[in-house]
């Protein structure tokens, strides 16, 4: 039996060279007991998506819809992520090793383009979470860094005075779900809660380090309690969410600024900066929260339609179908 580092790579060896992959979702959950029967999903970043899915269709053409394959090939599949989807081309079911897997190819300048201005939020958003780097070409790891800042800013302006870490972390994995389509009805409800209590430790070890550096900024103190669990206790004045908003990705900032309004600001070099007027925290945080759900709406909505174009409609109907029975399991 492969290990779990094992299976990525044994399936990366079958496909065209990657600049970047990772895993993602349930197969990292440590008590999964279904880790050998559900699809094991995967991020990868290449240079050229038409170019690589070119050469993976001369490998691998059985992954793909034949309708695509037939109808226009490697261009058509780009050209449906790009300008239907959110620029991520899907194939799911895909068997390798009796495993299943799913893995979806992005442009690496659109991943990047995602991870610092959250400009579909779609991929950032995944990678809020824990991930399995496997391949890393680029150093995206180390970029995603200012990700997961920008995260823990977005997620402490939402939340109140005093929460758990655990709190903190359920509100950072909820921040790509606000305004997902797929939450209605096609999600669990306490997926959210599932993620982080499954994946408690591996939130702690991306996370930590950020919240030391934000406690050395006084933005919060962080206290234990008698069961060792860790409190924390955030400054809701007018500096901190100052602060926090500053935090976040600069075209977030700028959408901010179109609604709340902005002014011009010297910073410790005098070069003069636009900031977000800012009246109080909770009108900071109200204003992000409605253009990160629009952001989500729009990509969940865009991707759905392109994944169940991509997929074909067998597949589109099973993949629906078993996130449905997750669902209506979690409702009932």
């Known amino acids: 039996m492969d290990s779990a580092d094992e299976v990525p790579i044994g399936l990366l060896q079958t496909l065209p060279p990657v600049e970047f992959c990772c895993v993602y979702g349930s197969s990292l959950h440590p008590n999964n007991s279904h880790i050998h029967t559900s699809m094991i999903d995967y991020i990868l970043g290449v240079p050229d998506p038409q170019q690589w899915h070119a050469q993976n269709l001369n490998m691998n053409r059985h992954h793909y819809a034949s309708w695509m394959v037939h109808l226009g090939g490697a261009r058509l599949i780009t050209e449906v992520a790009d300008d239907i989807g959110v620029g991520v081309h899907f194939n799911p079911y895909v068997s390798h090793k009796n495993r299943m897997f799913k893995y979806g190819v992005v442009r690496m300048h659109d991943l990047v383009q995602d991870i610092l201005g959250w400009d579909k939020f779609y991929l950032s958003g995944r990678l809020q979470k824990p991930v399995n780097v496997i391949v890393d070409n680029l150093e995206i790891k180390k970029l995603n860094s200012a990700n997961l800042k920008a995260a823990t800013s977005a997620a402490l302006l939402l939340l109140p005075s005093e929460f758990s870490e655990e709190e903190l972390y359920a509100k950072i994995c909820s921040l790509s779900y606000m305004g997902d389509l797929?939450?209605?009805?096609?999600?669990?409800?306490?997926?959210?809660?599932?993620?982080?209590?499954g994946q408690f430790k591996l939130f702690k070890t991306m996370y930590r380090p950020i919240l030391e550096e934000f406690a050395a900024r006084d933005l919060f103190r962080i206290?234990?309690?008698?069961?060792?669990?860790?409190?924390?206790?955030?400054?809701?004045?007018?500096?901190t969410a100052c602060s926090l908003v500053s935090s976040l990705p600069?075209?977030?900032?700028?959408?901010?600024?179109?609604?709340?309004?902005?002014?011009?600001?010297?910073?410790?070099?005098?070069?003069a900066v636009r900031k977000v007027v800012i009246k109080s925290k909770e009108e900071a945080?109200?204003?992000?929260?409605?253009?990160?759900?629009q952001k989500v709406m729009v990509s969940s909505a865009r991707q759905a339609v392109a994944g169940l174009l991509t997929v074909g409609v067998?597949?589109?109907?099973?993949?629906?179908?078993s996130k449905m029975h997750k669902a209506w399991k979690s409702w009932w």
């Open 285 to 293: 945080a109200d204003c992000m929260r409605k253009i990160l759900r």
């Open 182 to 197: 797929r939450m209605l009805f096609a999600e669990d409800k306490n997926k959210v809660k599932k993620i982080v209590q």
């Open 223 to 239: 206290s234990s309690s008698v069961d060792q669990k860790v409190n924390i206790i955030q400054d809701c004045g007018l500096s």
């Open 314 to 321: 067998v597949h589109g109907l099973r993949y629906v179908g």
């Open 250 to 271: 600069l075209p977030l900032r700028n959408q901010m600024g179109i609604k709340l309004g902005e002014k011009k600001v010297f910073d410790e070099s005098g070069r």
